[in-house]
């Protein structure tokens, strides 16, 4: 059972242009979560998806930034018009189930990341 | 060795010393924590669970301790191993069952 796929691994976009990364969750999971990592820092939740709906996109700002999780296909996050801001590794991860406190499959499944550089 | 919540996030230890990494958190209804491991260039590895009807939970070589009264969280290593050396995190489960980070630990471990 592959784990879950993010691609590309590194990504090099100019001021302005758009930044696109995909995470493919694992086989079975219906769940996509995305976070922001900058240096030094912990991981930042920004949207979660299931399959056609975005549930909850609180952390995720408001502008220039979408996710989507269409019913065939990666998740997608895009960030338009970047900013050296924006700078960051982005992790996705996946999980079987929305929760449930005793449920026994609800640990996220993380990603590599993608290292996105703005210059 | 220790570390005492986020304000010291480095911690150095001798090889085959134990190591406890502690963690604070911040919402008293949290029922699921997650210790993860972050090796550089990498993304986060779980590393064992707990759920707030426990107090301790051991798995190999590591055990996680829950104090639900002051909100604190640790992991403890046994016989750290230089293969241990990277960034801990400990998160606990938000209301979508996204997970919120803390800041880290960066354990190094000194052959």
């Known amino acids: 059972n592959a784990g879950v796929m993010q691609n590309p691994r590194h990504l090099v976009r100019r001021r302005g242009q758009e930044a696109r990364l995909r995470c493919s969750p694992m086989k079975g999971h219906s769940h996509v979560y995305w976070y922001r990592q900058l240096p030094e820092e912990g991981l930042k939740f920004m949207v979660y998806l299931q399959k056609e709906n975005i549930i909850d996109e609180s952390g995720m700002p408001k502008e220039r930034f979408s996710a989507e999780f269409p019913k065939e296909g990666p998740s997608i996050l895009r960030i338009q018009q970047v900013v050296r801001g924006d700078s960051a590794a982005y992790f996705c991860a996946s999980s079987p189930l929305a929760g449930g406190i005793f449920a026994g499959t609800d640990t996220q499944y993380f990603g590599p990341g993608t290292r996105l550089t703005v210059l | 060795g220790e570390s005492v919540g986020l304000h010291l996030p480095t911690l150095s230890v001798q090889e085959g010393d134990n190591s406890i990494i502690n963690c604070a958190y911040s919402n008293s209804a949290s029922d699921y924590f997650i210790w993860y491991k972050q090796e550089s260039g990498k993304g986060p590895q779980f590393i064992i669970d707990?759920?707030?009807?426990?107090d301790k939970r051991q798995g190999q070589r590591v055990t996680v301790l829950l104090n639900k009264t002051v909100k604190h969280l640790s992991l403890q290593i046994a016989a750290t191993q230089p293969g241990d050396s990277a960034v801990y995190f400990c998160?606990?489960?938000?209301?979508?069952?996204?997970?919120?980070f803390g800041a880290g630990t960066r354990l190094t471990v000194k052959p």
């Open positions: 707990i759920r707030s009807n426990m």
């Open positions: 998160a606990e489960r938000g209301r979508n069952n996204d997970m919120r």
